[in-house]
């Protein structure tokens, strides 16, 4: 019998140490910040918070009847942390930052130290390095209303899945805060942060009322701290063909005769600096493969990837022209003219993209094309006459 005594208690001393679930949240008693603004103004920091219901993100055999809310939250203090500690007032419930998926600055507030902004983001933990980072010239509050299609979630949207649209048409590449902050703070290495706006004009619903959508419409520069004006996406087609992420990015091309359309994919570019004198100047060899999407011209292969190198070869000049009268390097040629030519960028103490750019900087570009299919046609425009399989 006292064996049997001295087993229980020892059993019930061992359940001193098991962890139990009484300080437990259920999800319902938690408001959980799934997107997070800084703009400035008159001197303050405002934050915006965007708070989602989880009941339209949980996947659904049948899709909501009512569109998904959220609600939006904002606040101001002299620092980030102040403004935040301001909206905790009005917080019906248990903020929580630690689900942060975007990380939106406003252009105000970009040309703040961007280095205050990142420490109190961490300090406070309601960023993640692997959320998404944008910059935006629209007002947060509007901005953060738009939500999805068919009722759901505003975090199914380009807003919180860039990369989904990226991969349907890559032109200016979406961008985590770590790869931003590894960018920002390379040596000589401009980062490029995408600029999220909204589009009222594409897309419609069935009672015709216009919806708005997410779009990146362009792009801001950092380098050495110091942000740059304004780039449309127009004047950043260079980009793409500089960065290896690039998967499905279309090329129009007009001809005397017609038009011609390509998807090209996976450019492999590669930057060489020569050092002449006192300056730097630069050859930049692209190639890139694709294929043919639609065709109007009765070109040949050969003369359609020749136009495709003058195209190309077209849009990075026109990038470095945008850089150059902005006091940028979008192609990111100085990050290759110090990782290659050090001793060259320390004896001049480049501290800005106009130290080492100027107007012949640029001395070729070389591209390579290769069209790997032409698709179920034959690279002629199709005849009515024609028939597929005969």
Request: hydrophobic letters at 40%.
């Amino acid at each position: 019998m006292k064996r049997i005594i001295k087993k229980g208690l020892v059993l019930m001393i061992c359940l001193l140490f098991l962890s139990g679930c009484w300080d437990q949240k259920n999800i319902q008693d938690i408001h959980y910040v799934t997107t997070f603004g800084v703009d400035y103004k008159d001197g303050k920091y405002i934050v915006y918070v965007q708070l989602i219901d989880f009941a339209g993100v949980a996947k659904q055999e049948v899709k909501p009847t009512t569109p998904s809310r959220s609600y939006i939250g904002h606040n101001s203090g002299k620092t980030i942390t102040e403004a935040i500690n301001n909206l905790y007032k009005t917080a019906q419930q248990r903020l929580f930052l630690g689900h942060v998926h975007t990380f939106i600055l406003t252009e105000n507030a970009l040309k703040q130290d961007i280095n205050d902004i990142i420490d109190a983001a961490f300090r406070n933990n309601f960023i993640r390095y692997s959320s998404n980072f944008f910059v935006t010239k629209k007002p947060l509050d509007e901005l953060l209303k738009i939500t999805g299609f068919f009722n759901l979630s505003p975090m199914y949207s380009e807003l919180h899945f860039p990369d989904e649209v990226y991969r349907n048409r890559s032109f200016i590449r979406p961008i985590t805060i770590q790869e931003f902050i590894a960018e920002y703070r390379e040596a000589a290495v401009t980062a490029i942060v995408p600029s999220i706006a909204w589009n009222a004009k594409d897309w419609k619903d069935n009672s015709k009322k216009k919806l708005k959508t997410f779009t990146i419409d362009g792009a801001y520069t950092l380098f050495y701290n110091k942000s740059k004006p304004w780039y449309s996406e127009e004047e950043l087609a260079g980009v793409r063909w500089m960065t290896k992420d690039t998967t499905r990015t279309p090329v129009d091309i007009q001809t005397k005769d017609g038009f011609a359309y390509f998807s090209m994919a996976h450019p492999k570019t590669k930057i060489k600096p020569i050092i002449e004198g006192n300056q730097a100047k630069f050859i930049i060899h692209c190639s890139v493969s694709g294929r043919i999407l639609g065709l109007t011209s009765h070109k040949s292969i050969k003369a359609l990837e020749k136009s495709l190198k003058s195209s190309i070869a077209q849009d990075i000049r026109k990038t470095f022209e945008a850089g150059l009268r902005n006091n940028a390097d979008p192609l990111n040629l100085g990050g290759t003219l110090y990782r290659k030519e050090l001793r060259f960028w320390q004896a001049h103490h480049f501290n800005e993209p106009n130290d080492y750019l100027h107007r012949d900087a640029l001395q070729a570009i070389h591209i390579d094309v290769k069209l790997a299919n032409t698709g179920i046609l034959k690279a002629k425009p199709f005849k009515d006459k024609e028939i597929l399989g005969k």
